[in-house]
Nanobody, 121 residues
Framework: QVQLVESGGGSVQAGGSLRLSCAAS????????MGWFRQAPGKEREGVAA????????SYAASAKGRFTISQDNAKNTMYLQMNSLKPEDTAMYYC??????????????WGQGTQVTVSA
């Protein structure tokens, strides 16, 4: 059974940083795309960053480029999202997902429970 568990969310002021973690179990970590997504109240879920571990490929949403970095530790079966220069508009529930394609939410089969990120002005 695949399980994805996010951690690292919290409340920060604008300009601050957070690092999200996604621990995967029951899943062949390097086999397909994994990604970070977010959903703010009243908005659709959107892709933030995705990684294809086996090939080292990465994809970022325009809003994340230059500020967020996705990475993975294969030995720990853990994916990370380093978020710098956070803005109030980054406030959302952040989810990790596995077995999908790039930043397309409906293509992902497995989802974590989410971790809240709140950025105050």
């Amino acid at each position: 059974q695949v399980q994805l568990v996010e951690s690292g969310g919290g409340s920060v002021q604008a300009g601050g940083s957070l690092r999200l973690s996604c621990a995967a179990s029951g899943y062949t970590y390097s086999a397909t795309w994994m990604g970070w997504f977010r959903q703010a109240p009243g908005k659709e879920r959107e892709g933030v960053a995705a990684i294809y571990p086996r090939g080292g490929l990465k994809s970022y949403a325009a809003s994340a480029k230059g500020r967020f970095t996705i990475s993975q530790d294969n030995a720990k079966n853990t994916m990370y999202l380093q978020m710098n220069s956070l803005k109030p508009e980054d406030t959302a529930m952040y989810y990790c997902a596995a077995d999908g394609r790039l930043l397309v939410p409906p293509s992902y089969h497995y989802w974590g429970q989410g971790t809240q990120v709140t950025v105050s002005a």
